[in-house]
């Protein structure tokens, strides 16, 4: 099958061509967002064209003739803020939202290609193997206080998931002090260290509803980055619904650090609640 993948930031997208390839699948490479010319390798063709540039990203595709694109890595949620040139395609179906939260703005993006014949696919085709396990990935645990504010946290993530405004708290004594927003995982992380001081718990989780065409929220080695700048103790993400880029050298890298990494689902969340 050949790819049509729409390449953000971060290094999920390398991740992903690494499997398709070793799928058999040939890539074809279009970086939408901070062009990273080392992914040239990972693919068959790489190409870089704005995301902004709407118009020419659909005829490319097209061109192309791929039989399925794949939406892989991270795209600023404030983009449609910035300076950004947006060519007259872009800017007409921005125009049509009611709503520009996250899944509409996707969505209309996604309804789009589907309209030029391009089908989207679900992510996980090909990242299926990066899910999180369930359990204590590190060496070091949570101790029973963090246990509950893992508990806390996991309804309050799945909230505002809900709500389609983020997909990560941080937790501190049982109380919400940063909930993710436009700005993002790491940012969130940055406020809740600056309000509450070290040893917050960052929980991160899927959408009740998660389109896994988009947005399958990643942890990787940026965030433990941004986890220690704000002092962070433990990360709490979804098993099997939150994709881990790297693990090995993620897991090592947590325990280096001193930082608790947990897989938890809903009971687990319940019972870390009730302690």
Do not use: C
């Amino acid at each position: 099958m050949k790819i049509g993948l729409l390449a953000g930031e971060g290094l999920l997208p390398f991740a992903f061509a690494e499997n398709a390839k070793a799928m058999g699948h040939s890539v074809v490479a279009i970086q939408i967002f901070a062009a990273r010319p080392e992914l040239a390798s990972h693919v068959d063709k790489l190409l870089q064209i704005p995301v902004g540039q709407w118009g020419k990203i659909l005829s490319t595709l097209q061109q192309e003739a791929v039989d399925r694109v794949y939406m892989v890595g991270k795209v600023p949620k404030g983009l449609m803020y910035t300076s950004m040139e947006f060519d007259a395609r872009f800017r007409q179906i921005m125009g049509s939202l009611a709503a520009r939260n996250d899944d509409a703005v996707v969505l209309a993006f996604i309804a789009d290609l589907a309209a030029h014949g391009l089908e989207v696919g679900s992510q996980l085709d090909i990242l299926e193997p990066l899910l999180v396990r369930p359990g204590v990935l590190t060496d070091q645990a949570p101790t029973p206080e963090q246990w509950q504010d893992i508990g806390f946290g996991f309804p309050m993530a799945k909230g505002i998931g809900r709500l389609d405004i983020g997909q990560t708290v941080v937790v501190k004594h049982a109380a919400v002090v940063a909930a993710e927003a436009v700005e993002g995982t790491d940012e969130a992380i940055l406020r809740g260290g600056a309000l509450a001081g070290p040893g917050t718990v960052v929980v991160k989780v899927a959408k009740p509803h998660q389109d896994l065409r988009f947005d399958i929220p990643t942890v990787g080695e940026r965030t433990l980055q941004y986890m220690v700048r704000a002092q962070a103790s433990v990360l709490a993400v979804e098993a099997g619904a939150v994709l881990i880029v790297e693990e090995p050298q993620f897991v090592r890298q947590a325990n280096e650090l001193g930082i608790a990494i947990v897989g938890v689902s809903d009971q687990d969340g319940q019972a870390g609640a009730d302690q």
